[in-house]
């Protein structure tokens, strides 16, 4: 079984929700009957993720996400990066740091590294231009990225099996038209196609993009499930998907549709007919299972 489960389901402003950020968990049987998953995967990790983690872990179901009262990072292996935006890697500095810090790797006696997957120049980028200003220095020397983390360079469409789950869920990255320098695609930014083996079916799961049926549409049509990111409150939005536009994808695709990365407005009641046309906003805390 592969479950979802939103730490936070809030636009990158958001007060009332933590930021959007998601944790995959495989399970060779299923939570009911398991303590802790056999493999996890965290999609993106923003500013409110620490926050939000120690929300979850509080949350019957996910103990094995703490240790002693704190965060037990460890229990997060795998991390996928989506794109820079604060909301998305905030909270890299706090997991990376407290894994070199606080906890040790049995094998090695050394700092945990937990595996961390992204297109080439997003890990490139994120080392020089975000965490190298708070982690490039350790006692003694000066430190990279490899000291934290193992990176591991996910390119577009292609199936990592080191980024797969229990030999059964296959993750690939796609690219999605969030921010445009100067032309579609310029600043890279994904969203994550997750296969299950068994059955060939697909959940996708949109990232940060403006609207984009000719780019994702086919993958949302074939999807079982589909979580999509969603702005509320600004029509016209350049960057994001607003719901007048989500609106225009078929019926049948928007009723396997989930929202997320909302504002803090969802339940002002203006949405309160969201179920009729989706399958709703995706809810923090819940675990969505993608595939039995
Ligand atoms: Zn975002
Ligand atoms: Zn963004």
Not at 110 to 133: C, K, M, N
Not at 235 to 240: D, F, K, L, Y
């Amino acid at each position: 079984m592969l479950t979802l489960t939103f730490l936070g389901v809030g636009s990158a402003f958001a007060k009332r929700n933590y930021q959007s950020n998601a944790l995959l968990e495989a399970w060779a049987d299923s939570p009911e009957r398991q303590e802790a998953p056999d493999d996890v995967l965290l999609i993106d990790f923003g500013t409110t993720g620490p926050i939000a983690l120690y929300s979850l872990m509080h949350v019957p179901g996910f103990s094995y996400l703490s240790c002693d009262g704190a965060i037990y990072y460890p229990a997060v292996s795998k991390i996928l990066i989506t794109h820079l935006h604060s909301d998305h890697i905030g909270g890299l500095e706090e997991l990376a740091a407290m894994n070199r810090h606080r906890y040790r790797c049995q094998q090695s006696n050394e700092g945990v590294r937990a595996s961390l997957f992204g297109s080439a120049r997003v890990l490139d980028d994120l080392w020089h231009h975000s965490l190298r200003g708070g982690l490039g220095a350790v006692d003694g020397r000066t430190a990279q990225l490899s000291d934290y983390f193992v990176p591991v360079v996910l390119e577009p469409g292609v199936v990592s099996d080191r980024a797969g789950m229990l030999d059964r869920f296959d993750i690939s990255m796609f690219p999605t038209d969030h921010i445009r320098i100067s032309e579609r695609f310029d600043w890279p930014t994904f969203g994550v196609l997750i296969t299950d083996r068994q059955t060939q079916e697909t959940v996708l799961y949109s990232g940060d993009t403006r609207f984009d049926p000719d780019g994702i549409g086919a993958m949302m049509a074939s999807a079982s499930i589909s979580f999509h990111e969603v702005a509320l409150d600004q029509e016209p939005n350049p960057v994001h998907t607003t719901l007048a536009e989500l609106r225009m994808l078929p019926q049948e695709v928007r009723q396997r549709t989930w929202l997320y990365h909302f504002g803090d407005n969802w339940n002002s009641g203006a949405f309160d007919d969201i179920g009729e046309s989706f399958a709703g906003f995706a809810q923090p805390r819940v675990r969505y299972v993608l595939f039995e």
